[in-house]
């Protein structure tokens, strides 16, 4: 056994020793998409920064390779810019979905148009996550930065996974159980060039014939995970409704909980303590409730109606107890999907968190979780020009993220309805926008 782990592990420091030359490289010699080499100044842009506090009035943001070169309060466009005038509009940083199902390119756009720059994927088939995130770095295909898991952890894998890993194939007739058994499906996803490991902790509560609230794996298990998972410099993600699973995950190691809707105090006191975040879905719950959207299912109806209040006084205990919390859609982003980011935000400051709370919860504190702080979730010199335009102050509305006008990723314009309402009313702003 040692020998195949060692091999294992070597194999691995190779690929990451090589995704690392990769990326110095990449980084050397920066080929922006198209769109990207082209200076944009916003000038007369009242500018929301998440890292500070307050808005910055009649301000001048000038992006260049995708970006963001300067924030300034009045300021001039440079000469050779393409200016974009907001009139006063507000430009925030494009929203970090952390908790996402995206398997298609055409979910991906969907995301994308709706202001989301940034999603972690939470579990993806046949490692479309992988295949997004690549497709997307490159700049050949317009889409959010993805940070990818592949397949949920659980004790009976989707079936796929033994498709793309025949090597776990003995694990295939019986439950993934004990620590070796972790281990080495860790090791699959990190030779897969996942960027997280996602394990399901409880089951799921999105099939009629699953209890939520029922622990799937010890801690020892979930400690073997989360070890094996370091070793590639990879966190985990948990999902967890009951108690029990999600406090041995926490207890295990884990970087953030997926959902939490029946976490007791003292778990979430231990997740201030560790430091781990909470992302509570709770747009998610209510879309369980009702007919139509990414469920449809009387039982899930009358188990959504028992789950979302359960879930709002967890998220808003935790709030109150200082655990991060980080803002998700656990959506798919289908055709059907009604869920987006706003609502999540709009449940959120339903608890009693700020608007500017949720904002950082789904930019610089989503950020942090990620590991990507540095680079994005904030409009200041230096970021990536991930960039949003609303009409309104979203700290006087939150809704205000329902009606995205422009979105802008990496310096690539996504998504441009500056026009819209002057131009729909003959030259006029709609009296709403005035
Ligand atoms: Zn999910």
């Not at 504190?365 to 409009?379: M, N, Y």
Request: glycine fraction near 12%.
């Amino acid at each position: 056994m040692s020998s195949i782990t060692s091999a294992a592990t070597a194999s691995r420091r190779f690929r990451l020793a090589r995704n690392a030359c990769f990326l110095l490289v990449f980084l050397a010699s920066p080929t922006p998409a198209a769109g990207q080499s082209e200076t944009i100044a916003f000038t007369g842009a009242s500018v929301i920064d998440p890292g500070t506090a307050g808005v910055l009035s009649n301000a001048t943001v000038v992006v260049r390779d995708g970006v963001i070169v300067s924030v300034e309060e009045g300021g001039e466009a440079p000469a050779a810019a393409r200016a974009i005038d907001l009139g006063g509009r507000f430009l925030v940083p494009g929203l970090i979905d952390a908790h996402v199902h995206i398997g298609t390119l055409e979910a991906a756009r969907r995301a994308l148009q709706s202001g989301v720059t940034t999603a972690r994927s939470m579990g993806a088939g046949f490692f479309a996550d992988v295949g997004l995130r690549e497709l997307f770095r490159h700049g050949e295909l317009e889409g959010p930065e993805i940070l990818a898991a592949g397949y949920h952890v659980r004790p009976r894998p989707a079936e796929g996974l033994f498709l793309d890993e025949p090597g776990l194939g003995d694990l295939l007739g019986r439950d993934v159980r004990g620590p070796e058994a972790m281990g080495r499906v860790a090791r699959a996803m990190l030779d897969r060039g996942v960027d997280f490991v996602k394990v399901n902790a409880t089951e799921r509560a999105g099939l009629p014939e699953t209890d939520p609230r029922k622990p799937f794996f010890t801690e020892d298990e979930l400690s073997a995970l989360v070890a094996e998972a370091a070793e590639g410099g990879v966190p985990v993600a948990a999902h967890a409704h009951g108690d029990r699973g999600g406090r041995a995950a926490v207890a295990a190691g884990v970087r953030s909980i997926e959902h939490g809707t029946y976490l007791r105090d003292e778990t979430l006191r231990l997740m201030r303590e560790r430091g781990t975040y909470l992302v509570p879905t709770i747009a998610v719950v209510s879309d369980l409730t009702v007919p139509g959207g990414d469920y449809d299912d009387p039982v899930l109806q009358v188990r959504g109606r028992h789950m979302l209040p359960r879930v709002r006084e967890t998220a808003a205990a935790a709030h109150a107890l200082g655990v991060p919390i980080v803002a998700a859609t656990d959506t798919g982003y289908g055709s059907e999907s009604v869920l987006r980011m706003s609502h999540e935000l709009i449940e959120f400051t339903g608890i009693g968190i700020s608007e500017i709370e949720a904002i950082r919860a789904a930019t610089t504190v989503a950020a942090e979780l990620l590991g990507i702080a540095d680079r994005t979730g904030r409009v200041a010199p230096g970021f990536e020009a991930d960039l949003l335009v609303l009409d309104r102050n979203p700290l006087d509305d939150i809704g205000q993220y329902q009606d995205v006008l422009f979105v802008m990723s990496d310096g690539t314009i996504a998504l441009d309805r500056l026009d819209f309402r002057a131009d729909a009313i003959g030259g006029r702003r709609v009296p709403d926008a005035d």
